[in-house]
């Protein structure tokens, strides 16, 4: 699958914001980091000085994992259905933060473990029930594949068309983060005893059980390294292949997007594969405790804006 080619952000409207701040009555360089920000977002937005977003939007993309029945995570596949329904109500972390940050959240079903979406709007882009076992077999089929990207593609396309001037993607989804700990191992060609993190809090024993299956999802992933379709078929997942492609998307429309956690950072990963140069529209919302997230921060060269020990996922994180 191919995405259209992607137009790096406004260099003279960066360059006009670098101006601004060398002028400001301020010594050069004294806000710091927020200053870089400023640059980056006159860049995405094509004007000096950056406007205040006006409709940030957090899309929680969830879905379950075969592999999550292995006991790799805290807290059992159910789980997921549960949260969709509080994310829905308005009940969730997300949902908190998102209010008082100034985001509206919308949450959908890509491959929940359910035989009914809670609703229909929320099961629109639904990809099948539950993504396979990593540790054992493929995630997804090809054509599974192709069309979870799509999907996400959609998403992106939707949401910028109802005027969306800040994108940030969210997860939910039990077992999430083994699937997306295999993928930044694969790619980045890393041991998992080096990156697979304790997730939703699991003791040692899950953590072995869980790097295990990681190294096993390695075994068939490496052979696809170059090709980011098969890698997601063979240790993704569909929740992970949409959130690629809304990654993707949301650059190729142009529209800055803050990342997540582990689990939207390894769908980035993969984005900036399928659609080389999407990075320049990203930034890192946050670092999360998961070691595979630095990893991959590292690759996409993107240094977090905060880091304040965060695990939740969600889209908690960036917002």
């Not at 594949?145 to 799509?150: G, H, Q, T």
């Amino acid at each position: 699958m191919e995405f259209p080619a992607v137009t790096p952000p406004d260099s003279r409207a960066a360059a006009a914001a670098k101006r601004r701040q060398d002028i400001l009555t301020k010594p050069a360089g004294a806000l710091g980091r927020l200053e870089d920000l400023s640059v980056w977002l006159s860049g995405c937005q094509g004007l000096c000085p950056p406007k205040q977003f006006e409709r940030a939007r957090v899309v929680v993309f969830a879905g379950d994992h075969g592999v999550a029945r292995t006991g790799v995570s805290a807290y059992p596949p159910e789980v997921t259905a549960q949260m969709v329904a509080n994310i829905d109500a308005g009940g969730a972390a997300i949902n908190v933060l998102s209010g008082i940050a100034g985001a509206s959240v919308r949450v959908v079903d890509i491959s929940v473990d359910s035989e009914q979406p809670l609703t229909e709007a929320i099961g629109a882009h639904k990809i099948r029930r539950s993504s396979g076992n990593i540790a054992i077999e493929d995630a997804l089929s090809t054509e599974e594949v192709v069309a979870a990207l799509e999907a996400g593609r959609q998403l992106a396309d939707e949401e910028v068309d109802a005027g969306a001037d800040l994108l940030i993607a969210g997860d939910m989804g039990i077992g999430n983060t083994t699937a997306a700990t295999a993928l930044i191992a694969t790619l980045t060609d890393t041991e998992p005893v080096a990156v697979v993190g304790r997730g939703t809090g699991i003791d040692d024993a899950a953590w072995v059980r869980k790097t295990a299956a990681v190294r096993d999802a390695m075994f068939r992933a490496r052979q696809y390294r170059p090709d980011p379709v098969g890698l997601l078929r063979a240790c993704g997942g569909a929740d992970l292949a949409a959130m690629t492609g809304f990654c993707a998307q949301a650059a190729v429309r142009r529209t800055p997007m803050l990342l997540d956690g582990v689990v939207v950072t390894a769908a980035a990963l993969v984005a900036d594969r399928l659609a080389p140069g999407a990075r320049s529209w990203w930034q890192a919302g946050h670092r999360s405790t998961e070691p595979a997230h630095t990893l991959a921060l590292a690759h996409l060269e993107l240094v977090p804006i905060v880091d304040l020990g965060l695990r939740l996922g969600e889209g908690t994180g960036a917002v």
